[in-house]
């Protein structure tokens, strides 16, 4: 009897020292302990979360910063806001990383003088513009336009800092995707294409990457309290608008702390809150992971979060209110929400059915 | 009948594996009930005298009862097995209602004279589609493509007796918007002005290269014929398909638009933005009753990939030798297939079906076997690919120190 017992739990451990062997991180970054003079570029960080990353880095953790933006009065802004004393620690430029490749090459290397000679060890991603409409609405030239400054900007950015990182031996690479790139959603098709392409882009580069100790981080942030954020809510339709109601609204800087976190651990992905850990989980797919936490919690959780994600997706196709769809609000309401425990949904959501809405009128050629 | 005959995604084999597995666990929770029971009769009998009088007393009883009364005795294993028995289905059923298909699309069943679009049709697997779609089928097929000498050929090769139910306009789908537009156009009005019923984004370009040797313009030129290419035709043929009132658009994504693989930097990026477009697309259009379908082959044996095979990586294709290569035939059948169920996923082969269901995230479900076939296999299908995921960092690794040797 006892024999069996102590039997079975060695078994037991050889089996699970086996599958730990087998399904141990695929790779395992250091984490970076110290981020005094580090050479972080920024794109797209004259505002918003991009800003809060700059304002972290420069005051917190007293990096140096290359700001690459558009704007220029927004750019001038920014560097007032954010170092009043014009401080050499960081630099903005105004470029337009979605134009061409040496333009891009030209502002890196710029950068890299400036800041005396010290190659780029963090690269973040930003820059990107985001809109709802449904997709009849979008015109061709909007698609090409939110491609390019989504997805070729980040590309250009990437290869123009890879060399120096290889230079330095290691880097970090962050881009920043939204939870419209896990889940497609109404009125997103433009901007769920080029956030999916840059999780395409971060898993394929990082099979390239791994050997030479550069690490690539997703963020995948919900909606965030910025300007960007404002202007795309007056033109939203209702339907994108109640689907997004079902996760919060954060503030940029809680945002932005996260991020720095996860690029100095090196983890892969990075999400905020139940709902984004959830569905991280969910859409994990073939990801690299670097804990063994992250397998088990994959491997075990999946299964009933596919059902439950099931049952969220019937609801925005219906958008009805009713019993089973409680599940939908409790899920909905995490902490990460700055909404009252009982979602704006559940007040907002009325009838509207995706399915049989019978109001809306298209062109038909003649 | 015969909608529920083709919504029968699986062989027979499949099915038996699942009711296989759903037995072994129902086996294994009555043996674990029953063995419960007897090992905790079994511990206190060992040790407890009294408790054992006590049970040969309380079995006498029953029985003398049970001669009495001419009833079987109701033991408490069998009360336990039914209740959980009875838990479990309760379960199932109310899983079953309220996970079912948000949409079900309805069979096609008779192609006949259905005007289809096909991109990229010259060569390869649109080809295929084609002689399928003509040959099986007797639809009306249009195909779009750049090359004029291959479209030609390809018109020599498909519609050898002049047939007019096939046109070839060479059109670039990348190129603008308008010439897109005038195309389908065109193309409708050919075909008798029968409004475009099923579009097939096929057109696409691909080759393995390292990101470093990936030129800035490569990755341009990819994302406009995989990723806007796509989008322009859809959105051209929409009106058409609004107009009937129905429809089904194919969006031709690969492998590799399930995971990323080394070499594949700009592919598998436009191949996501494909399936990211598939969802919320999908959502808008649930109400039109056209459906989306996206299809993930394996590498197929066409001249694209003999052109991809020349500048190969070496890692890419040690990688890509793990999963093995179809004909276009075999991946044309089951497009069309897919195509006429109007399900969202259209996967090949084990390993399609692992990597789909892996990588099925918020995707929406057209049947309830594709629900449970799901649901089972995640959770392992994560640790399959895990380790998979190990070799493949392996190879990228090993080469170079090889190269450095």
């Not at chain 2, 005298?49 to 049970?66: G, P």
């Not at chain 2, 209602?97 to 008779?110: A, E, M, Q, S, T």
Request: hydrophobic share 40%.
């Amino acid at each position: 009897m006892l024999l069996t017992i102590i039997l079975s739990c060695i078994g037991a451990l050889f089996v699970l020292t086996i599958l730990i062997y087998l399904y141990r991180p695929i790779y395992r970054p250091k984490y970076l302990d110290d981020l005094y003079d580090c050479h972080v570029i920024i794109t797209g960080g004259s505002s918003g979360i991009g800003k809060e990353l700059a304002r972290q880095l420069l005051h917190e953790h007293g990096a140096r910063v290359t700001i690459l933006a558009r704007n220029r009065e927004r750019l001038e802004e920014c560097r007032r806001d954010l170092t009043p004393n014009s401080s050499d620690r960081l630099l903005c430029l105004s470029v337009d990383i979605s134009q061409s490749y040496e333009q891009v090459d030209k502002a890196v290397q710029q950068s890299i003088r400036h800041h005396l000679d010290k190659p780029v060890d963090i690269l973040i991603n930003n820059a990107a513009i985001f809109f709802a409409r449904p997709f009849h609405q979008t015109k061709p030239e909007e698609f090409e336009e939110m491609m390019r400054i989504n997805y070729l900007g980040s590309i250009y950015c990437t290869q123009a800092c890879l060399p120096s990182m290889r230079r330095r031996g290691s880097g970090r690479i962050v881009l920043l995707s939204s939870q419209a790139g896990q889940l497609g959603v109404f009125g997103y098709t433009s901007y769920c294409s080029t956030k999916f392409a840059l999780r395409g882009l971060a898993e394929s580069l990082q099979m390239e990457l791994a050997r030479e100790n550069i690490y690539i981080t997703m963020v995948f942030p919900p909606d965030t309290d910025t300007p960007g954020f404002k202007e795309e809510n007056k033109s939203k339709p209702r339907e994108t608008q109640m689907i997004n109601e079902t996760s919060g609204v954060l503030t940029a800087d809680v945002v932005a702390k996260k991020i720095i976190r996860a690029t100095r651990q090196g983890s892969f992905t990075c999400s905020y809150g139940l709902n984004g850990a959830l569905l991280t989980c969910l859409t994990c797919g073939a990801q690299p992971v670097t804990t063994i936490s992250g397998i088990i919690g994959q491997s075990l959780f999946t299964n009933l979060l596919r059902l439950i994600m099931l049952r969220v997706i019937n609801s925005f196709y219906k958008l009805k209110v009713g019993v089973i769809s409680l599940l939908v609000f409790c899920y909905g309401s995490s902490n990460c929400s700055a909404t009252p425990l009982v979602p704006g949904v559940m007040v907002a959501c009325c009838e509207a059915d995706l399915c049989n809405n019978a109001n809306v009128n298209y062109q038909v050629p003649t | 009948r015969r909608d529920w005959m083709m919504n029968w995604q699986f062989n027979w084999f499949g099915w038996s594996f699942y009711l296989a597995i759903i037995a072994c666990i129902f086996h294994l929770a009555t043996a674990f009930f029953a063995g419960y029971q007897g090992m905790n009769k079994y511990l206190h009998d060992t040790f407890d005298y009294e408790k054992v009088n006590q049970e040969i007393d309380k079995r006498a009883t029953l029985r003398d009862s049970a001669l009495r009364n001419r009833t079987p005795p109701v033991e408490r294993i069998d009360m336990w097995l039914e209740f959980s028995i009875a838990i479990i289905v309760l379960i199932l059923l109310v899983l079953a209602y309220v996970l079912r298909p948000i949409y079900r699309p309805c069979c096609l069943p008779d192609l006949r004279d259905v005007h289809v679009v096909i991109t990229g049709g010259s060569s390869g697997i649109g080809k295929e589609l084609a002689k399928q779609f003509l040959d099986k089928h007797q639809a009306r097929v249009t195909i779009l493509a750049r090359n004029q000498k291959r479209l030609d050929e390809c018109r020599q090769e498909l519609a050898p007796d002049n047939n007019e139910r096939l046109v070839c306009l060479s059109v670039d789908v990348s190129g603008a918007y308008s010439a897109v537009q005038k195309a389908i156009e065109q193309a409708c009005q050919y075909h008798g002005n029968r409004p475009v019923s099923i579009l097939i984004n096929n057109a696409g370009v691909f080759f393995a290269r390292a990101f470093d040797e990936t030129t800035p313009e490569e990755f341009e030129q990819m994302i406009r014929i995989n990723y806007l290419g796509a989008v322009y035709c859809t959105k051209a043929c929409l009106p058409y398909m609004r107009q009937l009132g129905s429809g089904r658009i194919v969006l031709v994504s690969s492998q590799a638009g399930q995971l990323g693989v080394f070499g594949y930097t700009s592919y598998c990026a436009t191949k996501f933005a494909l399936k990211g477009f598939a969802e919320s697309l999908q959502m808008e259009l649930a109400r039109d009753n056209i459906y989306v379908t996206v299809a993930y082959p394996p590498d197929t044996d066409t001249p694209g990939l003999a052109q991809e095979n020349i500048s190969k990586p070496i890692e890419t294709q040690l990688i890509n030798e793990t999963s093995g290569m179809l004909s276009a035939e075999e991946v044309a059948q089951k497009i069309i297939t897919s195509t006429q169920k109007g399900s969202f996923s259209c996967w090949f082969g084990i390993n399609g079906f692992l990597l789909e269901s892996l990588t099925s995230g918020a995707q929406p479900i057209t049947s309830t076997l594709e629900l449970i076939a799901q649901t089972l296999t995640i959770g392992l299908a994560r640790m399959i690919i895990v380790g998979l995921l190990n070799t493949f960092y392996g190879i990228s690794k090993n080469k170079n120190l090889k190269k450095t040797k």
